[in-house]
């Protein structure tokens, strides 16, 4: 038999995926993967569900639904201070991975290097191998989580085509300051490069933090590229209706690839989001920050009284927690003692870091239901490792 490409070989399934079929397998509590299973607004489905009979049910343009992307439009403007275009400048996609995807396709030529920060979102390093980039990754101490401006002049070379940025970040809850992103925009526009930012937890903000998005910032809409969706917002992550924002050019070039890959994203789901992003009001988002707040006061409490110290999130719904005290020379040892122990999935901190630190992370996801989650806590707090 012929063997696999060669991008191939350094891909595989991710840590994420792996962990969840271990869950399974153990019939345990899955806070590996952010399925987000918390209830849908009835809006968002009775919207879809109107959808399909009002027979939304074929193809949509390759770039979405103009009902949507208008929608998404206002949304920009109003949440996030970007003015953008939704016949040029907007690509509905399958997913924000999807469109995170189709822009590094479009992007990126084999070698180009592309500067992200560690911890990092272990399916941003694969979707660079897939297009053959090389990533650059500059450390964030996890318990600072901020960057020196000096790492980023050491990572820069002249092969440099991008930097990514993730706020609110998946695995840490970081969320970059605008004085941060300030540095990053300089930085960026000093050295001639693309930003991408993966926003998909831009509404998942705790202790009264905003989110900046990097486009909104002078001179930045031109060479930003921002991903965002509706997978988490909604907890429809089974829908796959994420999108992407840029300018004109690099717009038709990631529209062509999501063509080329998708088609387009399901089009009933499209027109259930886009009602959901027109009807829900404001409070609904603060609503939602105040959920998962308290989820993650709680799940980071049930943490500390086990002895696996969580590095409290910012933001997004995720944790790292330190479990060195746990038996195993790998994060993936010590996530399958865990699992075996208690029946509570998380990932290995290796899917999240380049070097051997990772060994000493776990990453939960505290998208659960209440009942899901306080079982959980009682696992982990009255186990005996």
């Not at 840590?15 to 079929?21: D, G, N, V, Y």
């Not at 400048?89 to 592309?114: W, Y």
């Not at 060994?359 to 707090?381: G, N």
Request: hydrophobic share 40%; aromatic share 10%.
């Amino acid at each position: 038999m012929r063997a696999v490409s060669r991008r191939m070989v350094d891909l595989a399934q991710s840590e994420i995926r792996a962990m969840t079929q271990a869950c399974a397998s153990a019939r345990g509590l899955n806070m590996a993967q952010g399925v987000c299973d918390t209830p849908v607004p009835p809006i968002v489905l009775e919207g879809a569900e109107k959808a399909i009979r009002d027979g939304h049910n074929v193809y949509t343009r390759f770039d979405g639904l103009a009902e949507l992307r208008e929608a998404i439009a206002d949304k920009l403007a109003h949440y996030n201070d970007i003015r953008a275009d939704p016949e040029t400048q907007i690509t509905v996609s399958a997913g924000a991975t999807g469109a995170f995807h189709c822009a590094c396709e479009a992007l990126f030529d084999p070698g180009d290097e592309v500067i992200l920060f560690e911890p990092y979102y272990q399916y941003h390093i694969s979707a660079l191998r897939a297009v053959e980039a090389v990533a650059v990754v500059v450390g964030m101490p996890t318990r600072q989580r901020t960057f020196e401006p000096a790492q980023l002049e050491e990572a820069v070379t002249p092969r440099t085509k991008a930097l990514i940025v993730n706020s609110p970040g998946n695995p840490s809850g970081k969320i970059f300051s605008r004085t941060e992103l300030e540095v990053l925009a300089d930085f960026a526009s000093r050295h001639d490069l693309f930003v991408m930012t993966d926003e998909i937890y831009e509404y998942f903000l705790y202790d009264g933090r905003r989110h900046v998005s990097m486009a909104s910032l002078p001179d930045m809409a031109e060479r930003t590229v921002t991903i965002g969706g509706y997978s988490k917002t909604f907890s429809v992550t089974g829908w796959r209706i994420g999108y992407s924002v840029a300018a004109q050019p690099w717009t038709r070039a990631i529209g062509a690839m999501n063509d080329l890959l998708y088609v387009c994203a399901p089009a009933p789901l499209q027109m259930g989001v886009a009602c959901g992003i027109r009807e829900l009001p404001d409070d609904f988002y603060g609503a939602l920050a105040r959920e998962y707040q308290h989820k993650r006061d709680k799940f980071c409490s049930a943490l500390t009284k086990a002895g696996l110290t969580p590095s409290i999130p910012e933001g997004a719904y995720y944790v790292l927690a330190d479990v060195s005290r746990l038996p195993g020379d790998t994060g993936k040892a010590r996530a399958l003692h865990l699992l075996e122990k208690t029946g509570v999935a998380g990932v290995p901190g290796e899917a999240f870091f380049a070097g051997r630190k990772g060994a000493d992370f776990i990453r939960f996801s505290y998208a659960k239901t209440d009942s899901d989650l306080d079982e959980a806590c009682r696992r982990l707090t009255q186990a005996d490792f």
